[in-house]
């Protein structure tokens, strides 16, 4: 599915140039649950964005789905995002204005999808994620852990392949990050989305199948961890 | 996928409830003064377009010189309108109008009062021109002589619910008239306006066959497709064949030999729908109007509208930062940059159509406001007609597109990816552009300011100027025709009281229209003669009026010939270069024959005003009338003018106690020639209040933006002991020196614009330095106070919470 060959981001500053990802090469086959880790300013953060196609690379290749992104129109980014990418923030990014209801409803509209169908698809997602008594009130009147599910709702109400979770749980309690990380497990294991996190905390990272771990701005290790999810998994049942 | 932009707009707009209203207001008020000027200029472009085929109706102008005096009027001779139907085909009517001076008592019964909307008209009038009879036959109504044609504003004053037809009323004294037809109210929107149509057939005065005296107003209609320059062209030739003759028995040389050179004598066709617009004559049968300030009344609401959408692109470029989040976040879950383009467009476009909406009711409350500043009749409710509405939808879109385009493409093109990391710095629109159209703005307003204070600089110098005669404590009766032979026994008992300093009387005040007579001065040849404006006085006006003399003497009765005496003006006495002009003698033409007649000059009066001061003083004659005078001068002492009023009335009703006293003040009179100019003043005036309320609130807006960006920078500021007053300086310093460039590019701009505007004026004031510093000053305290409350604000809070702020 994801495909990066000597991908390298830089910055100039003044007549320095600063590295933030150099020589990444890395494939990730649908299905997979990956997390990526690493310490402050290893270039976490700027690599998802690069894989979500909201940052480009100073060099290197991405393909996703065989297709060399660098090559892809703007209109046809905007439609892979629609179609296959969905996106999960630390800080949630919920728009203020608008009703849970009306957040979820938000992507739907872009994808031009009918009102009779949008209605059931947006229920369908309050009931999965158990938020029907909460449907028209303001993020502000969520506690984190429900507006980061409301977040998660969002990025799976566009039914996408892939998603992208930037620290999904870095501003949560443990107990109201364990119901979010639950629901990308279920998601990953059981409609098979491709899910990429980004996390600091090991715990965290250990719910996924594959661990890269990146340092100054090079993959450092990329180990899978079959057994200790395992472990990882009662923990979170008995929980 | 509206429903969802128009929920988080209204929403958002709740939310910013400072902004939102700052934004509306400043919308609002542009669009009230631009809806204001649209119902002005609809107004004024559709004078006359009520007729039938308007377009091929013209009326004659004449515009000719004589000896260096200039005659521009849009009048004809009697016998011109039937000549023209006679002689061109392309003629296919053409109807005359005449009007008196001064007002007539109309009279039915017991029910008596004084009318000044009565003209006399051809028969032909219903001809020319669309005046739809209610009642009557409109070929034969005006047929017959002493036949009225009433509008039905009379008819139910003078009849009630009566029918007036074949009714007889009286007018003047005792002249019996007919009803013969009802006409409706001529409209608004209509240069002729009458209350009374008189029958013109039996006019002495019609039915003359003299080419050389212009007292009438001709209308004409021409056949379809027939050009006015063609016709035109065809008429010196013509005229000459009728005048030609005339002119020679009364000058006693030939039409060719009189005008030649400087003198002319050209007649015109001037369209009817630019009557009322492009009419600049000495003599008019209207109160033109002029597209001069229709164009700059256009260019007013233009640039007011443009502030009120400078202010809305501004405030929302400058709050980008708390919509960015919005942006990216939109951008991520599959928006478009069109789809954003159109959410934002559709928020703006939502604001104009709220501040439309407040502004057509705002209109309803301002217009009688306006109609009397500006003495227009402007008529809201013309605005609730459905395609008035439709254009005002179209306005209200328009309006959002302007206001909403810039922000609307500047915030679609936030990316996301900043938005996510917080780089807040890079969703900041640029200051530049903001700064540069916040200089723009008080640029206008300070332009607008400069205008206001010049036109007033100019009204009070015309008020202050000195005239030549004294104009306050005058009272000026107007209708003292009527004492007769009378008038010389209530002049005398007007001298009786002692608050009546001296009365006097004249055909022609200062500020009324005035003829030109030729003189022929002793020594001169026939045809060197000089025009002047005659004006007939008797003893006591010269020094009632308080004009002094140069040379010589005033009119005196120690003197038996000064029946045959002359005063001139210093104007006159320039023309002529005499340098003893006193004992030498002035000839007239007296009649249609050219009999001279020789008058002595006796005196020279100093130069006067006695006309408007767009004009230079002209020559002028004063001669001793025999009859009566139709307007009598009493000058008072000015401590009891009620008192005095009293007195003049009871003296009046004395010897005409069948006719109301008609009676007016001199300096209000003489006002009256500057009512355009004094209007444009108010109006201006009100422009640049807008125009500043909506930059100051602009201007407030932003400053509470930035005040609110930098609360951490005070406090920190404040924790590192800075004072109050340094803060205040810090955060009002930016905006004063955009302001202050501002005044640096409007000065010269307003200075050149004012100039051409007094350059229309032969005595104008000069440019003065103060006025412009006022309004610099005045802009500079307003954008200073709306900046510095919030300064004050910011800077006096506590710096705890200033730093603990997000």
């Known amino acids: ?187 990953n294991k059981e409609l098979g989305v491709t899910i990429i996190q980004v996390t600091h905390s090991e715990h965290w990272a250990s719910y996924g199948d594959r661990i890269i771990e990146l340092e100054d701005g090079r993959v450092s290790a990329d180990n899978s961890a079959t057994e200790t999810v395992s472990t990882e998994l009662s923990h979170t049942e008995s929980s | 996928m509206f429903r969802n932009y128009a929920v988080t707009s209204l929403r958002n707009l709740r939310k910013h409830f400072g902004y939102t209203s700052i934004n509306l207001i400043g919308l609002t008020l542009g669009l009230t003064v631009t809806l204001q000027i649209f119902l002005f200029v609809q107004s004024e472009l559709s004078y006359d377009r009520f007729h039938k085929d308007a377009e091929d109706l013209y009326r004659i102008t004449l515009d000719g010189s004589f000896s260096g005096t200039i005659l521009n009027a849009p009048i004809s001779p009697a016998p011109m309108a039937n000549a023209l139907v006679n002689d061109f085909p392309d003629v296919v009517a053409a109807t005359r109008l005449y009007t008196f001076r001064g007002e007539r008592m109309v009279r039915k019964g017991a029910t008596e009062f004084l009318e000044d909307g009565i003209i006399l008209a051809d028969s032909t009038f219903f001809d020319v021109l669309t005046f739809p009879l209610l009642q009557g036959n409109p070929e034969t109504a005006l047929a017959r002589p002493s036949t009225v044609v009433l509008t039905q504003t009379i008819a139910l004053k003078l009849f009630g619910s009566s029918d007036p037809m074949g009714e007889t009323i009286i007018l003047a004294d005792s002249t019996v008239f007919e009803v013969t037809g009802i006409v409706a109210d001529p409209p608004q929107n209509s240069h002729i306006q009458f209350t009374i149509l008189e029958s013109m057939t039996g006019f002495q005065q019609a039915e003359s066959d003299f080419w050389v005296s212009n007292n009438f107003f001709t209308y004409l209609k021409l056949q379809k497709g027939s050009t006015a320059d063609g016709f035109e062209a065809k008429l010196p030739a013509w005229y000459k064949q009728y005048a030609g003759p005339q002119i020679e028995a009364a000058f006693g040389k030939s039409y060719d030999e009189i005008l030649t050179g400087q003198n002319y004598l050209r007649y015109h066709l001037q369209p009817m729908l630019d009557v009322h617009l492009r009419s600049n004559f000495t003599i008019d049968n209207q109160v033109p109007g002029d597209i001069a300030y229709v164009y700059l009344f256009i260019a007013v609401a233009f640039f007011i509208l443009l502030l009120a959408c400078i202010n809305f692109m501004n405030l929302a470029t400058a709050r980008s930062a708390v919509r960015a989040t919005e942006v990216g976040i939109r951008k991520i879950v599959g928006s478009s940059r069109n789809q954003l383009i159109g959410q934002f467009l559709s928020e703006s476009i939502l604001m104009a159509v709220f501040a439309m909406i407040f502004a057509v009711g705002l209109v309803f409350v301002t217009t009688p406001i306006f109609n009397s500043m500006t003495g227009l009749n402007v008529n809201a409710s013309f605005l609730l007609r459905p395609g008035i509405l439709a254009v005002l939808a179209l306005g209200a879109l328009t309006v959002g597109i302007l206001a909403g385009s810039y922000p609307a493409f500047f915030l679609s093109s936030f990316k996301p990816v900043s938005v996510i990391k917080g780089r807040s710095s890079m969703t900041q629109s640029s200051p530049r552009l903001r700064n540069a159209l916040v200089v723009f703005q008080f640029g206008i307003s300070v332009a607008l300011l400069i205008g206001t204070l010049v036109v007033n600089d100019q009204l009070s110098f015309i008020q202050n100027k000195r005239l030549g005669f004294i104009k306050e404590n005058v009272i000026l009766i107007e209708n003292a025709g009527k004492l007769r032979d009378q008038s010389d026994a209530f002049k005398n008992s007007l001298r009786e009281l002692t608050s009546i300093i001296a009365v006097g009387g004249t055909t022609a005040i200062p500020g009324s229209l005035h003829g030109a007579d030729a003189l022929i001065p002793e020594g001169f040849e026939r045809e060197d003669f000089i025009l002047t404006s005659p004006v007939m006085v008797d003893y006591d006006y010269i020094e009632a009026m308080g004009i002094e003399l140069a040379m010589g003497r005033a009119f005196s009765r120690d003197f038996p010939s000064d029946s045959a005496a002359i005063i001139l003006n210093e104007a006159a006495l320039a023309k002529i270069g005499w340098d003893d002009p006193l004992g030498k003698l002035v000839y007239e033409f007296e009649g249609t024959d050219g009999q001279q007649i020789s008058k002595e000059v006796v005196g020279i009066v100093r130069d006067y005003h006695f006309k408007s001061m767009r004009e230079e003083i002209g020559s002028l004659s004063l001669k001793l009338g025999t009859r009566p005078m139709p307007t009598l001068v009493v000058r008072t002492d000015g401590k009891n003018t009620a008192e005095t009023l009293r007195f003049i009335e009871q003296e009046w009703d004395a010897i005409v106690p069948d006719q109301p006293l008609n009676y007016s003040f001199l300096d209000e009179k003489f006002d009256l020639l500057y009512s355009s100019d004094q209007r444009l003043g108010r109006v201006f005036s009100s422009f640049a209040l807008f125009a500043i309320v909506i930059a100051g609130l602009g201007l407030f807006g932003l400053g509470m933006f930035v005040t609110e960006q930098r609360t951490k920078e005070i406090g920190l500021r404040k924790a590192m002991g800075a004072s109050v007053s340094q803060i205040v300086i810090m955060l009002s310093r930016d905006f004063t020196r955009l302001v202050l460039l501002a005044i640096v590019l409007a000065v010269p701009l307003a200075w050149y614009g004012m100039n051409e505007w007094l350059d229309g004026f032969v005595y104008r004031t000069e440019l003065q330095f103060g006025s412009f510093l006022l309004a610099a000053a005045i802009a500079l305290a307003i954008a200073l106070l709306t900046v510095t409350v919030q300064s004050i604000k910011a800077a006096m809070s506590d710096p705890i919470k200033a730093l603990n702020h997000n």
Not at chain 1, 53 to 80: A, H, W
Not at chain 1, 151 to 174: F, S
């Open chain 1, 1 to 187: 599915m994801i495909k990066l060959e000597k991908i390298t981001k830089s910055y100039l500053h003044g007549f320095n140039r600063t590295f933030v990802l150099r020589n990444i090469n890395l494939e990730i086959s649908e299905g997979e649950f990956v997390s990526v880790m690493g310490p402050s300013g290893s270039g976490k953060s700027t690599l998802l964005h690069i894989l979500g196609m909201l940052d480009e690379p100073s060099s290197g290749t991405y393909c996703f789905f065989d297709k060399p992104v660098q090559k892809i129109s703007n209109r046809k980014r905007t439609d892979l995002h629609r179609e296959y990418i969905g996106f999960v923030f630390q800080a949630y990014h919920l728009i203020d204005d608008l009703t849970v209801y009306e957040n979820l409803e938000t992507p739907l509209l872009y994808k031009k999808i009918k009102g009779s169908e949008r209605k059931s698809m947006v229920a369908e997602m309050l009931d999965r994620f158990n938020m029907v008594a909460k449907r028209d009130l303001f993020p502000s009147q969520l506690s984190g852990g429900q507006q980061q599910l409301v977040g998660v709702a969002r990025a799976l109400i566009m039914q996408p392949k892939l998603i992208l979770a930037d620290e999904p749980t870095g501003n949560l309690h443990t107990s109201q990050g364990e119901v979010v990380m639950d629901w990308f497990r279920r998601l």
